[in-house]
């Protein structure tokens, strides 16, 4: 199994990075963060292994956690939520769990063969950088734009060389784990794979698994979104 992995590391395929921003009122969260509009919401992509658990991360900060989750009772697209861990700085991870009435974008990405790398929301709306193996790999998301009345804008789209090729730093153990991950589906929502499953397929540890997997993300995003003059050392 591995030997098909590390074979897709020497792929020459081109990808696309494309920075995408929806609105709809359904769309999860939308309505709290209306209501709180000091708060930042962004998703934690390494966040929970259990697909089958129902709840999903996001790191909050907010001038007034208290306001945020005023917004949050009041938001239909949510239903359980818990303030998980909280800072000095202002900021905090949430977890919540959804209601059948919310719009969930992830899914149709996932099931495109793509992965959300930022997720944040701007207001009334959210701008997601998002990762595809080609250009066509966008259609879905168009299509169940239009279906569900969702806005949608295409804010920018480069292409770049694929994980297999990428120069952002990643290590070869790093691309392999970042590679089972998504063909397994751990990046889907929810989750159609857990850490223990990526851990099994690499013959490693949870914990080493968990590593690879938050420091070969963090390279991405800082590769992909952060200028040459921002990045850190």
């Not at 992995?5 to 769309?27: G, S």
């Not at 209306?34 to 900060?61: M, N």
């Not at 850490?195 to 963090?218: E, F, N």
Request: some cysteine; glycine content about 6%; aromatic content about 8%.
């Amino acid at each position: 199994m591995l030997i098909y992995y590390r074979h897709l590391l020497c792929r020459t395929v081109t990808d696309i990075k494309a920075v995408v921003r929806i609105e709809h009122p359904d769309i999860v969260l939308t309505k709290t963060v209306t209501h709180d509009q000091s708060s930042e919401v962004k998703s934690v992509l390494e966040a929970g292994t259990d697909p089958t658990s129902g709840k999903f991360f996001y790191r909050i900060q907010s001038s007034d956690f208290r306001q945020f989750e005023d917004g949050l009772r009041n938001d239909h697209t949510i239903g359980e939520f818990e303030r998980v861990i909280e800072t000095r700085d202002g900021k905090a991870i949430y977890s919540f769990e959804y209601t059948n009435e919310a719009k969930i974008i992830s899914p149709i990405i996932s099931t495109a063969n793509g992965v959300i790398l930022d997720m944040k929301n701007d207001g009334n709306g959210w701008v997601l950088t998002v990762w595809m193996p080609d250009r066509t790999n966008l259609a879905p998301l168009w299509e169940y734009a239009e279906q569900n009345d969702v806005e949608i804008e295409l804010l920018r789209v480069n292409e770049y060389a694929s994980l297999g090729k990428t120069d952002a730093g990643l290590t070869d153990s790093q691309r392999e784990a970042l590679l089972v991950a998504l063909d397994k589906g751990y990046f889907e929502e929810p989750r159609n794979a857990t850490l223990g499953d990526v851990a099994a397929t690499l013959d490693i540890s949870q914990p080493a698994a968990s590593g690879l997997l938050r420091r070969g993300t963090k390279r991405l995003v800082v590769s992909s979104l952060v200028d040459d003059s921002e990045k850190p050392e």
